[in-house]
């Protein structure tokens, strides 16, 4: 995967491990963003708001239409919940929403018929969600190292969460702190 990453000129970013408290619920932390005008990620940190607040802030780029906070988690088959807060200021377009990324890379999956969250226009707070559904892989699927064989499927497999801004005006910030995957 490093030298994958690094032939496409992009850092790789290892996967966060799923590990969820006893609640079912796991922090995201390390999040990266797609530096302006360039095809690299990079990390990135929380800055402050005009109310003190920390957040993450995404500023609508006319030229790609979005922009987003990455994270790469790895993931056993399942049912999960991504959760989020967002606040917007002059939001146009399809809005601020959370989406995710499973299987080959930049590959997209929607989920058929899930209306996909999204806010748009001057908003405070919002509590934002998306719900990632994992099947098994049929025929064992790949192996990671250290995993044995023939788990019939069951092995954990790497998952893009996005954070992100669609629309050509606008800004989103996200809340550092309320970023949280469940396990349903």
């Not at 970013?13 to 922090?27: H, K």
């Not at 239409?65 to 917007?88: C, D, H, I, M, W």
């Not at 790497?158 to 309320?178: K, M, R, T, Y």
Request: hydrophobic share 30%.
């Amino acid at each position: 995967r490093q030298r994958m990453a690094a032939f496409a000129g992009q850092p790789y970013q290892p996967p966060q491990t799923a590990r969820f408290d006893d609640d079912g619920r796991m922090r995201l932390t390390e999040w990266q963003t797609l530096a302006p005008g360039k095809a690299d990620s990079q990390a990135v940190s929380p800055v402050v708001a005009d109310d003190g607040s920390r957040v993450f802030r995404l500023a609508a780029d006319p030229d790609k239409n979005s922009t987003s906070l990455q994270k790469r988690v790895l993931l056993p088959p399942g049912l999960y919940r991504f959760e989020a807060r967002v606040r917007t200021r002059s939001v146009s377009g399809p809005g601020a929403g959370l989406g995710f990324e499973s299987g080959r890379r930049g590959q997209r999956f929607e989920e058929g018929d899930v209306k996909i969250q999204r806010v748009t226009g001057t908003h405070e707070w919002t509590s934002i969600s998306r719900e990632i559904s994992l099947q098994a892989r049929d025929g064992g699927g790949r192996r990671r190292p250290g995993e044995g064989r023939g788990n019939g499927g069951d092995s954990s497999r790497e998952v893009l969460l996005h954070a992100e801004l669609l629309g050509q005006a606008g800004i989103a910030e996200f809340d550092p702190e309320a970023f949280v995957l469940l396990k349903r």
